[in-house]
């Protein structure tokens, strides 16, 4: 994504942006920050954007101006005018320090505790609020803008005239974007109250923002973007009244701005300098991207990773050890090497100037390129006069079509939608397209958008009855009613969910008897387990209820898998072995079911692609088991139940709505729950040690958020800038891992977790359970050796493990790192497991660290 969101709180929040800030020299006579300041030490000083700025200080800030810090802690820190100090509006509502909640309970504790037992108390609530720390108001939007990587090698490497038209070109993208925003994004509420109260939708005069543009990424590569903060404080249109941002359409609208912002840079490029776009692949799951013709993806690839840092420093310790020993190391030597330089090349935030950083980049790139980067990048940027299109040179059969496309396009991803994700499809559609001016491609994109609109199917009703003028927008649109809301699906999904909804009403399914049940309830598992009281409940029902289609509903830790296998037993002993069989959305939950249950089991793209050339089918009186249902996409769903019901057996979907949805257009599971009102559910949660994490969990299944607080109370809930909560979880994690602890880091990006993969193998290295003495190179740059857990990322049948083969999101431990860049792999977390070798296309493709 070229934009990214994140919340801003008041107080000191905003002053990340301000650490590399060069200091001004007050000369304003070139054209753009980044050519005012390519000789200075760090990044310009951010400049005033937005059309809400006449309101502030009697109209003494205009666009562009420069930015103080004074002015950022007043309007971003305080919610104030940044030149009067005035409020502007409603105070940022003010939170208890941790100091202060620790001395309020502590007064409040009960005057007759002994010494120890006050003690004891005051420690618990010490430990209780610091856990907690200090809640912050919300006091913007950081909207951070990046230009596509192909862009930004070309801008690292050109002459300074060009650099300058380059980044001209993202400064103009930015302000279309942020007018955008202002017309179709920013809003406030009110009403009878602000806040929770408010039941209207209005608009703004404008919205208020900084931009701080930034030069280079953490590891010293070229990456323009700016971050563009908006201020939470705008002024209604209706009374003139300062209030809040409505926050629901910047989350909303955020994915389709990126799509659009990308494509609107692409187009000034395009004006300015004359290039051409093409789209690539990258790479295993990823999507397409859009790159300048003429930037090869080996220079890409230069400027996207920190593989050239790390391969310098360990040559240097190489040399080191060569002068000390007289000798070259081994290779387990030189593994240990390269893990020290990857420690010792960790970036940290260094300041630099623009002419530095360029003087850098364009050496990087030579050596790539073979021979002058910015004579080569004055080649790229030299093209004819490109061929630029209006709105009118659309046809609207054109655009009637990508309306279509764009809702089929949609309709494979989720069951219902709404203009936001219309015009994020859009966007990626029309990226093909440069047109002469940004109005033309916001009218093309706006004209798709409503012709997908049209073929969509609204489930969102008509307002019944109109609102008067004052409190209706320019587009004639009623402000009770939020801008962008109205619900979409289409009649192929609906069609979908109505057959679904019949096959679960359809009780001509076959059965087994309560008796058979009750017994099997009774008895112990094979590991001892006994069915709870819920447990042979909601099987009895499933039993004998004769559905054709029938659900079963737990949430997790709640026992599903040994319920699943009582029902398989009791099902087996009426209609015979192998009368079960199971599937699942993912190769990697078939395989868990399949040992779980011990029966034949098949994901379910596998299983439909099996039965389309006749080697899949269902018989009569079969069990059909289909775990993690909520996963599954209703079309997948309307298939396969279609035909359970033509061959006489019954479908059991497992699940939990309340969990992950399908990645595919899905809901149909929470569908079949909601529509019974008496559903088989399992309610009692085994999983956690204590009881109030048990009560928790199940609250925030349902979406009741101010259970957020009793996580917060726990102190289970931590916060911090980015770089200190990747520290602090890693920290932990390996905590954990030395205890002998299984544990899990997520985070939230592929780029980060192949830099906390990096970075644990390192600690892996140096403590000698990774060990070499060869390694394999991986996709995403980095290496595995004997010793590490790898995670293979494709379904390959022909790739056998024992009884099992290698699927995608298996987890493995390396035995041998061949010569030959195979991977010999054990299944992870066993002593004598299965193991299978692959081959090095395999390992160098579709392998990651684990």
């Keep these: 994504m070229t934009v990214s969101m994140r919340v801003m709180s008041a107080g000191d929040g905003y002053k990340y942006l301000l650490r590399t800030v060069a200091a001004g020299d007050g000369d304003r006579s070139l054209s753009t920050p980044l050519t005012r300041y390519y000789n200075a030490e760090g990044t310009p000083p951010g400049r005033w954007m937005g059309s809400g700025l006449p309101a502030l200080g009697k109209g003494q800030i205009a666009s562009g101006d420069e930015v103080s810090e004074a002015q950022l802690q007043l309007l971003v820190g305080m919610g104030r005018d940044p030149v009067t100090g005035v409020p502007l509006g409603r105070d940022y509502p003010v939170y208890k320090s941790v100091a202060q909640r620790i001395l309020e309970r502590t007064a409040a504790l009960d005057p007759h505790l002994d010494r120890v037992g006050r003690a004891r ?13 200090t809640r912050r108001a919300v006091a913007g939007f950081d909207f951070t803008f990046s230009i596509p990587k192909s862009a930004r090698v070309l801008w690292a490497v050109a002459d300074a005239g060009t650099q300058s038209l380059i980044a001209q070109a993202h400064h103009d993208a930015v302000a279309d974007m942020v007018a955008y925003m202002e017309r179709e ?26 931009a701080y543009d930034h030069y280079d990424s953490r590891a010293g590569d070229p990456h323009l973007h700016t971050h563009v903060v908006i201020s939470n404080k705008v002024q209604t249109v209706l009374d003139g009244k ?47 991207a859009w790159a300048i013709t003429g930037v090869p993806e080996a220079l890409v690839a230069e400027f996207s990773t920190r593989a050239r840092h790390i391969d310098e420093a360990t040559d240097r310790l190489i040399d080191a050890y060569v002068a000390e020993h007289g000798r070259r190391p081994s290779a387990a030597v030189i593994m240990k090497l390269r893990a020290q330089a990857t420690l010792s090349t960790r970036p940290e935030k260094t300041v630099h100037s623009l002419a530095e950083l ?7 790139a030579t050596v790539v390129l073979g021979e002058d980067a910015t004579g080569w990048a ?10 630029l299109l209006r709105a009118d040179d659309i046809p609207l059969d054109i655009v009637r079509r990508l309306g279509e496309s764009v809702v089929a396009a949609v309709g494979e991803k989720r069951s219902t939608w709404r203009r936001w994700n219309l015009t994020a499809e859009a966007a990626r559609w029309t990226m093909g397209y440069r047109f002469a001016t940004t109005r033309d491609r916001e009218a093309i994109v706006g004209l798709v958008v409503d012709a997908a609109e049209a073929v969509s199917l609204r489930l969102t009703p008509f307002e019944l009855a109109s609102s008067p003028a004052v409190f209706r927008r320019p587009d004639a649109s009623s402000v009770f009613r939020p801008k962008n809301s109205t619900v979409y699906s289409s009649h192929q999904l609906l069609d979908a969910e109505d057959r679904l909804l019949e096959r679960s009403h359809n009780t001509t399914g076959p059965t087994i008897s309560l008796e058979t049940m009750e017994r099997i309830a009774r008895r112990p598992d094979g590991d001892g387990r006994v069915l709870g009281e819920d447990q042979a409940e909601a099987l009895a029902r499933i039993a004998v209820s004769g559905r054709v289609l029938d659900v079963l509903v737990g949430p997790a830790g709640a026992g599903k898998t040994t319920a699943m296998n009582a029902l398989r037993r009791a099902w087996e002993t009426e209609h015979g072995k192998g009368s079960v069989v199971g599937l699942a959305p993912s190769a990697g939950a078939a395989q868990v079911l399949a040992e779980d249950l011990g029966i034949a089991t098949e994901n379910t793209a596998k299983w439909w692609q099996t039965h ?23 079309l997948s769903l309307d298939r396969i139940t ?6 006489g057996a019954k479908v059991l979907l497992v699940g939990d709505y309340a969990q992950l949805q399908s990645v595919d257009a899905g809901g149909a599971f929470g569908l079949l729950v909601h529509d019974r009102g008496d559903a088989p559910e399992l309610v009692d949660v085994h999983r956690f040690t204590h009881a109030w994490e048990k009560t928790a969990s ?29 520290d602090d979880a890693y920290t932990a994690w390996r905590a954990d891992l030395l205890a002998g602890k299984a544990t899990v880091l997520v985070s939230d990006s592929n780029e980060s977790v192949t830099a906390l993969n990096n970075r644990a193998r390192t600690d892996l290295i140096l403590d000698g359970t990774v060990h070499g003495p060869r390694e394999v190179d991986l996709h995403d740059g980095t290496r595995a050796a004997t010793g590490d857990v790898v995670i293979t990322r494709r379904n390959d049948r022909r790739l056998r493990a024992g009884r099992g083969w290698v699927r995608n999101g298996d987890r493995w431990t390396v035995i041998d790192a061949r010569d030959d860049g195979s991977l010999t792999i054990q299944r992870a977390g066993t002593k004598r497991g299965a193991t299978v070798i692959v081959p090095a296309a395999y390992a160098a493709e579709h392998v990651e660290l684990g």
């Design 121 to 133: 108390a005051i420690t618990a609530i010490e430990a209780e609020e610091t856990g907690r720390g």
């Design 185 to 210: 994004v920013a809003a406030t509420r009110t009403g009878a109250t602000a806040g929770d109260g408010a039941v209207a939708q209005v608009d703004v005069t404008g919205i208020i923002a900084t």
């Design 242 to 288: 300062w209030r809040s941002l409505d926050s629901r359409p910047m989350h909303g609208a955020t994915v389709a701005l990126s799509e659009l912002h990308e494509a609107v840079f692409a187009d000034h490029l395009t004006r300015m300098l004359g290039v051409s776009w093409e789209s690539r692949e990258r790479g295993r799951d990823r999507n397409r």
């Design 358 to 364: 360029t003087a850098t980049w364009r050496n990087r």
């Design 378 to 387: 004055r080649r790229v940027a030299v093209n004819d006069q490109p061929l």
């Design 612 to 634: 389309q050339t006749g080697g899949a089918t269902f018989q009569l009186g079969q069990l059909v088991i289909l775990d993690e249902a909520s996963l599954a996409g209703t």
């Design 642 to 647: 279609g035909l359970a019901v033509e061959a």
């Design 698 to 726: 199940l609250d925030l299944r349902h979406g009741r958020t101010d259970v957020i607080d009793t996580y917060d109370v726990h102190g289970r809930i931590r916060d911090g800038e980015t770089e200190k909560m990747i």
